[in-house]
């Protein structure tokens, strides 16, 4: 089992940042990729960007140039900065890793508020 907690959230004017943490434990050799999905009111949860073991990053359109993710290893985390935000950002963010078997953890998820 993988354990994962987010940190990081909060509300923020529109044109802000942000950073997320994510801080995995437990049998966490058993990780590949990691990644940020968001969920708004009302809509699905969707893909916010996605790292790799080796550090292969894809993002959403929506938040490429905007947004960036990266990954320490050494301390098991995973961060998203995000910069330039927008009202349109407004979502619970999940942290997600995935195991070789095909599994997918989350984490509890944390609120992420852009006033305009």
């Known amino acids: 089992q993988v354990q994962l907690v987010e940190s990081g959230g909060g509300l923020v004017q529109a044109g802000g940042s942000l950073r997320l943490s994510c801080a995995a434990s437990?049998?966490?050799?058993?990780?590949?990729?990691m990644g940020w999905y968001r969920q708004a009111p009302g809509k699905q949860r969707e893909l916010v960007a996605r790292?790799?073991?080796?550090?292969?990053?894809n993002y959403a359109d929506s938040v490429k140039e905007r947004f960036t993710i990266s990954r320490d290893n050494a301390k098991n985390t995973v961060y998203l900065q995000m910069n330039s935000l927008k009202p349109d950002d407004t979502a619970v963010y999940y942290c997600?890793?995935?195991?070789?078997?095909?599994?997918?953890?989350w984490g509890q998820g944390t609120q992420v508020t852009v006033t305009v």
């Open positions: 997600a890793a995935d195991s070789p078997f095909g599994t997918r953890y």
């Open positions: 437990g049998i966490i050799f058993s990780i590949n990729a």
């Open positions: 790292i790799s073991n080796g550090g292969n990053t």
